[in-house]
């Protein structure tokens, strides 16, 4: 008993110490979690806020057809500093719309006869049209930013009218709202984790340890090392423990790496865009007992995936055509990781019964703050069986000289 | 020794091994002598329990290779086709790895690797990542492999093939050296002059078939033929009729 142990340690050492020597494997496992998933985080809101500034700080250009008709609105328009105004005498609008045509101006403002004096009077109300290019986004955002001047202006002279009444400008302001979040903190802070972590985990544990099942199974045959392997006296089934906990422990270990770059994705975030909702969302609230839940199914699904790319890369003949089935599991494993992630997924029996998938839902449910122990039960029971029965099937091919000597 | 009786291997419907039967015994350089594809590799495998034998039995160091696998294993060294090294370990960790697979304390490894590194001249090179070596210094360290439990039986896998001039002489100097000791060897080469040279007795093997056996003057009289590269063709063109 304890010698057939020391077997399994003795496979589970050296296939370590040789993955660790592995620059390729290391590389995968190290930079990618650790710099990689931060820029993926990171990136697209660095993109997004530098593209948002850029167009905040250009001014569009519009030119005010009979300006000195309305001097207030054109101060209000000047002094905005939304917008760069160019006033023009009636005689030019004609001019002004070529201009805008050929881009030179973004948008055009035609101010109409007598426009101040019609609103002092009251009288019928003047119409103020807006000339733009939609096919130009800088053109949209011009006439964008005067719809609003324009309606700022409106309720000044309303509100202007009602003092004149002796009336509040309350009367247009029956009464106010205000939206509040009634989630407890944890369904709050898990709620954008839950869309992407249940993604993140599975895909770390179906594909984290893919490197070292490769090596240590077609890789192996490949360089011709298991044929040395296979005449030394242990049994097979220890060898085929060694090379499992091998995956096993690789996978968790990159698993770990990765959510560590998620978190320090998240961290980065928030001190680099404090003002982002995406990242301020982001509160840890997590408890111990939700925790080591959320590890034992992940650590569960890596174990389950080891057992089974041990046997799928055993079956193949060499590196090549290992990696070519790494990437179709890596396909396979995401469509349920997606559909658990993106959408409200079915949590029936047979449904938590399918692996990979009862492992996303629970996952999300965790982070959601969604303790279901009927849900955790038919996760970890239906995992460990198929678990179980992987490892027997890997033996199984393990010594199947058909598959260890193909040709 | 080994004893191998009326041993057959089919892949699929394909035959590699045909009714073969040879004795090795203890203090003998047996050689299997074939072209490429005779069914060598695929004998020295069923006899290293890799591969199981469609017919017939095999006996080595007094067990039955079906029966008592790992006990088969225990007593064999085996010097594989491809050299068969872990790249990332160094030498002396691949020895040491293979060692203690086979459950020899770590104070005898030492001991023994301190013998037999400098008779195979490991010893510049045993720090050295073997991914890193040349392939005669890798045969040297995958020797070494072979040979540090002390094994009353051996096989090897064209043992030269693939080493330049004097790599190939000193694994031939060396292996010279296990004749006459109580060592059983049991050896596959496709080169008259290594078995000439190596062995006490051959098998000549082709499409499966032990097509002769004997020492080399045997050989050599039953053919009427002066040098064993004749009788070699002779056999081979004949489709083993001589
Ligand atoms: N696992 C296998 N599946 C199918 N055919 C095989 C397998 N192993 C060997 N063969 C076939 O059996 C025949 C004998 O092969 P073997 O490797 O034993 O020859 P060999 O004498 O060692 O030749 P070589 O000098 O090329 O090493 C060859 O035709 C080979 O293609
Ligand atoms: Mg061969």
New binding site residues.
Partial sequence: MRRSWRHVALVWQKELLDTIRDRRTLTLMIVVPLVLTPVLVLGPNVLRQSQEEKQLQQLQTVAVVNGQEAPELLALLRESGLLRIRSVPDSDAKRAREELEEGEIDAVVEVPEGFAERIAREAEPPEVVIRFDVSRSQSRTAREKLAQLLRAYRERVVAERLKQRGLSPQLLQPFTTRSEVVQAEERVSGFLLSMLLPLFLVLWAAVGGSQTAIDVTAGEKERGTLESLLVAPPKRSRLVVGKFLTITTVTLGATTLSLLGFALSLTLGRGLFPESSIFSQFGFAIRPQVLLLLFGVTALLAALMSALTFTLYLWTRNFKEAQTYASYLSFAVMFPAFLVSFTDPPTTLPAMLLPVYNVAVVIKELLLGDIRWDHIGATLLSSGAYLALSLALAVKVFQD??VL??? | MIRVTNLHKR??D?V??EDVSFEVRPGEIFGLL??????????L?MIATL?KPTRGAITVAGFDALEEPEQVRRHLGVLS?HTGLYDRLTAEENVRYFARLRDLPDDEIEKRMAEIFPRLGIDEYAHKRAGTLSKGMKQKVALAIALLHDPPVLLF??PTSGLDVMSARSVRAFLEGLRGTDKTVLL?T?LMPEAERLCDRIGI?HE?RVVALGTVDELKQLSGKQELEDVFVALVEGGGEL
């Fill in positions: 000289e058909r000597f193909r040709q | 892949f699929g394909f590699a091994v074939g072209p490429n594809g005779a069914g060598k590799t695929t004998t495998r591969l086709e896998d064209e596959s496709h093997i499966g």
